[in-house]
């Protein structure tokens, strides 16, 4: 860890050691941004300053929203991937059961 740089803070203006804040959020779906990516360049913020605006991006709505979106992509990619599996296994057996049929009336 380096020793933070003591600056000006980006939202409070005082002179306080200052550490970069970066959005913890997932990317985004396509072309979708917020407020936090939308930014060239993240802000430094002294402890207040970055704790608020965690907090922030914790309780924005958008990004809540898009995160239960996403889980529930994932649990219906979960639940194909299941079935898929499932099915395969169905196969197999079917048509090992064809090929031990076809074996015997050989
Ligand atoms: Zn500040
Ligand atoms: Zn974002």
Redesign the pocket.
Known sequence: MTQPIEARCDHCKQTRPLFLYQ?T?NA?FGFA??R??ARDKQPLLCVRCWGAERELEENDPF?NEEAETMAKICATNARIAAREEADKATCEGIAAATQKAEGGAQ
């Open positions: 959005p959020h985004h941004t917020c936090w990516c990004l």
